[in-house]
């Protein structure tokens, strides 16, 4: 009996050890990543140039609800996918884009510039069912002053790994005056998503986030860039379970039987 109470403390030990690294690993990747703030308002001083080439304030482009979009043009991994998940939902949703809500995508690379941002949205309306509606999906680019003072000011954390950057991918909705009301994880929403999430905003109701729980389970891939599931995490968290749950099962049946042998 000690010689297995001594195994199941070894287990224990090299399990929370374990569990320990793979905590920490985690809290250096979630560095990478959205810090929620909802409650919190957007910079809207942030100067951005939009597709006429004009520079104005982030405060002249919010009047409506708004899903804010952080991207980078020329993202070999989520940010396309993502684009093309925004287009889909503005077909889908039962919501006039620029009547009910706006849509505004920002490169977070301050070397793009606006024409290629108007080449990227003219590749994504050129599929889209309501083009003339589409059109009001907006694109911007900055100066790397601004895009730090926006992007810190909403919690989207990213660094620059080479030439390519290590990003969250997902979106996050502002209301009229610019406060963060919810983040939306991953690259593909729901309709009914998008719609409850801008009538919050319009609201200014504050929501939580869509898809969180999910970063728990996936990690993200510096060379492939992009979210991929995490086997050895999950594998810890559930063997972590396990061996608490033998723990204390041994534990009651042990004082259990002293109860009954006295």
């Given at each position: 009996?000690?010689?297995?109470?001594?195994?199941?403390?070894?287990?224990?030990?090299?399990?929370?050890?374990?569990?320990?690294?793979?905590?920490?690993?985690?809290?250096?990747?979630?560095?990478?990543?959205?810090?929620?703030?909802?409650?919190?308002?957007?910079?809207?001083?942030?100067?951005?140039?939009?597709?006429?080439?004009?520079?104005?304030?982030?405060?002249?482009?919010?009047n409506k609800p708004t899903i804010l979009n952080l991207v980078y043009f020329n993202c070999?991994?989520?940010?396309?996918?993502?684009?093309?998940?925004?287009?889909?939902?503005?077909?889908?949703?039962?919501?006039?884009?620029?009547?009910?809500?706006?849509?505004?995508?920002?490169?977070?690379?301050?070397?793009?510039?606006?024409?290629?941002?108007?080449?990227?949205?003219?590749?994504?309306?050129?599929?889209?069912?309501?083009?003339?509606?589409?059109?009001?999906?907006?694109?911007?680019?900055?100066?790397?002053?601004?895009?730090?003072?926006?992007?810190?000011?909403?919690?989207?954390?990213?660094?620059?790994?080479?030439?390519?950057?290590?990003?969250?991918?997902?979106?996050?909705?502002?209301?009229?005056?610019?406060?963060?009301v919810r983040y939306l994880r991953g690259i593909d929403f729901l309709p009914f998503d998008?719609?409850?999430?801008?009538?919050?905003?319009?609201?200014?109701?504050?929501?939580?986030?869509?898809?969180?729980?999910?970063?728990?389970?996936?990690?993200?891939?510096?060379?492939?860039?992009?979210?991929?599931?995490?086997?050895?995490?999950?594998?810890?968290?559930?063997?972590?379970?396990?061996?608490?749950?033998?723990?204390?099962?041994?534990?009651?049946?042990?004082?259990?039987?002293?109860?009954?042998?006295?």
């Amino acid at each position: 009996m000690s010689q297995f109470k001594l195994f199941l403390a070894l287990a224990l030990f090299l399990t929370c050890t374990k569990s320990y690294t793979q905590t920490t690993l985690f809290n250096q990747q979630m560095q990478i990543g959205f810090e929620e703030k909802q409650g919190q308002y957007a910079d809207l001083t942030t100067k951005l140039v939009n597709e006429s080439g004009d520079t104005i304030l982030l405060k002249e482009v919010l009047n409506k609800p708004t899903i804010l979009n952080l991207v980078y043009f020329n993202c070999p991994g989520t940010c396309s996918p993502l684009m093309w998940g925004i287009s889909k939902f503005i077909d889908q949703v039962d919501l006039k884009l620029g009547k009910d809500y706006d849509v505004i995508t920002i490169s977070f690379d301050p070397t793009e510039r606006i024409d290629l941002g108007i080449k990227k949205k003219a590749s994504y309306l050129s599929t889209m069912k309501d083009k003339e509606s589409a059109k009001e999906w907006r694109f911007f680019v900055s100066d790397s002053t601004n895009i730090s003072k926006l992007t810190k000011s909403v919690g989207f954390n990213y660094e620059k790994v080479n030439d390519q950057y290590v990003h969250p991918t997902g979106l996050i909705a502002l209301a009229s005056d610019g406060k963060i009301v919810r983040y939306l994880r991953g690259i593909d929403f729901l309709p009914f998503d998008i719609k409850i999430t801008m009538v919050e905003a319009a609201e200014g109701k504050i929501g939580p986030s869509i898809n969180r729980l999910l970063a728990i389970c996936y990690s993200y891939d510096d060379q492939g860039n992009q979210f991929v599931f995490n086997v050895t995490r999950v594998a810890a968290i559930v063997i972590m379970f396990f061996v608490v749950v033998i723990f204390l099962v041994l534990a009651f049946s042990r004082a259990i039987f002293k109860r009954k042998a006295k």
